[in-house]
C-alpha cells in the first residue's frame, strides 16, 4: 500500500488539475529496540529502507531523539501535504534531551551539533559521533559521558540527525545538505562513530560520495536478539554504550595505554553485564539508572 500510493503522489504531483493532499504519516512506536515481547519474528527497521527507495520529491523520515522533538516533528508533519512521513519514536518512558524551544529549533534544521554534549563547532574535534534515533541517542551520550569521565582531554563532537534526508547531498534530496555544510559539520579527515537506528548499511548508501565516507563506521541493526531486555538488544547489536567507546580506542590508537585500559573495563563492564541479566533477568542498575549529567536541568 505504501509503494501505490508514494508511487501515486510522484504522478498526480505533475498533474496541474490535481491539488495536492494531506500528508500520509506513519509513525512507528513499537521498534526493534525494545523486544518486551514478539521478539525477533515482529520488528525490523527494514521499512526506511524501502521508503528511502522512492521518490525524493514524496518520502522523508525522521528519527527523533526525544518527546519534545516527537511533538516537533508530528506538528510538522500533521501540516504538510502531498508526501509519506516516516516517523520513528518508542513509546517507553526515555530521556528529554531539549526543552521545546530547543527542539523546535533543531528538528527546523533536521540535524545539528549539540555542544552541551561535546566540543562546539569552532573546536577542531578528535571524532565525531553521531546519533540518529531515541535509542542509538541515549546509548551515544552515555558513550560520550563514559569518555569525557575517562579521557577528559579527547574532544568530542556530538551530531544528532533528526531528518535522515539531510545525509544525502542537496542534488539527491530536497533536504539534502551541500558539502560544504556536511564536511564543515562531519570534518574531512576525523573518525566518525555513527549509531543509528536501523541497518547500517543505509547510512554508508546516503553518504558514499561524501568527503569523509571512509572514515564514517556505523553501528546498528544486524539481525541479533529476541526477548530479552532493553539494553541487551543494543548489546547483541554492538550498539550499547560499551561497544561504542571500544569503537573509539579503535579508530584513535593514539590513544596509547589510556585507551588500552578503557577498553579493557569496556570488555569487563560487557561481561559484567550478561552475567547480571542472566541472574536477575533486567539491566544493570547503572545502565537502568543513568541520566546525563545536566539533563533534569534542560
Known amino acids: ?41 515482529h520488528q525490523d527497521p527494514g521499512f526506511i529502507d524501502l521508503v528511502v527507495n522512492k521518490k525524493a520529491t514524496v518520502v522523508r ?65 578528535d571524532l565525531v559521533m553521531v546519533c540518529c534515533g531515541d535509542v542509538p541517542t541515549l546509548e551515544t551520550l552515555a558513550a560520550v559521558s563514559i569518555l569525557r569521565n575517562h579521557l577528559p582531554d579527547l574532544k568530542i563532537r556530538v551530531v544528532n540527525v533528526v531528518d535522515l534526508m539531510k545525509l544525502q547531498p542537496e542534488g539527491e534530496h530536497p533536504h539534502g545538505l ?38 564514517i563506521h556505523v553501528r546498528g541493526y544486524k539481525e541479533e536478539g529476541t526477548i530479552t531486555t532493553y539494553f541487551d538488544m543494543t548489546v547483541l547489536n554492538d ?31 560487557l561481561a559484567k553485564h550478561t552475567q547480571y541479566i542472566n541472574e536477575h533477568g533486567v539491566d544493570m542498575p547503572e545502565v537502568r539508572d543513568w541520566k546525563w549529567g545536566d539533563v533534569s536541568s534542560r
Not at 86 to 97: L, R, S
Not at 197 to 208: C, S
Not at 240 to 266: I, Q, S
Request: aromatic share 12%; hydrophobic share 40%; net charge positive.
Open 239 to 269: 550498539l550499547d554504550r560499551f561497544h561504542l567507546v571500544m569503537d573509539v580506542t579503535y579508530r584513535l590508537p593514539n590513544l596509547g595505554t589510556k585507551g588500552a585500559a578503557l577498553k579493557t573495563l569496556m570488555e569487563s563492564k
Open 178 to 215: 551541500s558539502d560544504q555544510a556536511f564536511d564543515a559539520m562531519f570534518t574531512k579527515v576525523k573518525p566518525i562513530i555513527f549509531a543509528f537506528h536501523g541497518y547500517p548499511w543505509l547510512i554508508h548508501r546516503l553518504t558514499y560520495r561524501r568527503t569523509n565516507h571512509h572514515n
Open 61 to 125: 523520515v525522521y528519527l527523533p531523539p526525544d518527546a519534545n522533538c516527537l511533538l516537533s516533528v508530528w506538528d510538522h508533519c500533521l501540516r504538510s501535504r502531498h508526501y509519506v512521513n516516516v516517523v520513528i519514536a518508542g513509546k517507553y518512558k526515555a530521556p528529554q534531551w531539549l526543552t521545546m524551544a530547543e527542539a523546535v529549533d533543531h528538528c527546523a534544521k533536521g540535524i545539528g551539533i549539540w555542544e552541551w554534549a561535546g566540543c562546539n563547532q569552532a573546536t577542531e574535534p
Open 1 to 41: 500500500m505504501f509503494n501505490q500510493h508514494a508511487k501515486w503522489l510522484t504522478v498526480s504531483a505533475e498533474l496541474p488539475w490535481r491539488r495536492p493532499i494531506a500528508s500520509l504519516n506513519y509513525l512507528l512506536a513499537s521498534h526493534v529496540w525494545q523486544q518486551a515481547h514478539n521478539g525477533f519474528t
